[in-house]
Each structure stands twice: as C-alpha cells, then as structure tokens.
C-alpha cells in the first residue's frame, strides 16, 4: 500500500500563487508515474501535470507556461507550483501514484486539497 499526504491548497486571489505537495510513504517502489490531477464542480477529472519514469512531463494545455511539477526522490514528494492563477483552475486537487504490477499498473489517490482562485 502507498500513503499519500497532500498540502499547500487554500484560497487567492486571480494572478496569485500556490505550491502544492504530495508526500509518499509506504511501498513506494517500482514508481512509474506521479502527478496532479484536477476536478472542478460538475466537471470530469482532469489531468493537470505528471511526471512518468522520473523524467518526461506531461502538462494540461491550460496549464503550460504557468504550473510546473517537480519531484524530490529523497523526500518521495511531488510538488506543483502554480503561478498566475486563473477562476478557471479552481478545483479539487489530486495526487496519484502509479505503480507497476506486472504487466500492468495500480493507481493511488490522495484525497484531495482544495483551491479556489477568486476573480
């Protein structure tokens, strides 16, 4: 089982800042992927930004040139700072690690941190 603690949501205002981080404990081996999704009311969960095998990003459109993801091997975190900072990106925030099993991969979730950006 993986362990995984979310922080550094909240509340600010358009053009603001944030800094999220996800922390994972537990069996955290054979790691293929960790990132953050999003998901607003009423809307399906999205993808906001993700790193796979330790090196290749992958960002949301909507977010690119303003989030970036990053990832502290020693500290087993993940992190997602988040510049200019638009209404539309508030959502519930969510970690997921994904690890390998086999021919296949298992996912887990944090359980959430929520932002709100105000106009």
């Known amino acids: 089982q993986v362990q995984l603690v979310e922080s550094g949501g909240g509340l600010v205002q358009a053009g603001g800042s944030l800094r999220l981080s996800c922390a994972a404990s537990?069996?955290?081996?054979?790691?293929?992927?960790m990132g953050w999704y999003r998901q607003a009311p009423g809307k399906q969960r999205e993808l906001v930004a993700v790193?796979?095998?330790?090196?290749?990003?992958n960002y949301a459109d909507s977010v690119k040139g303003r989030f970036t993801i990053s990832i502290n091997d020693a500290k087993n975190t993940v992190y997602l700072q988040m510049n200019s900072l638009k209404p539309e990106d508030t959502a519930v925030y969510y970690c997921?690690?994904?690890?390998?099993?086999?021919?296949?991969?298992?996912?887990?979730w944090g359980q959430g941190t929520q932002d709100t950006v105000s106009s």
């Open positions: 790193v796979t095998s330790g090196v290749s990003t």
């Open positions: 537990g069996s955290i081996f054979r790691l293929n992927a």
């Open positions: 997921k690690y994904q690890q390998a099993r086999g021919s296949g991969y298992h996912d887990y």
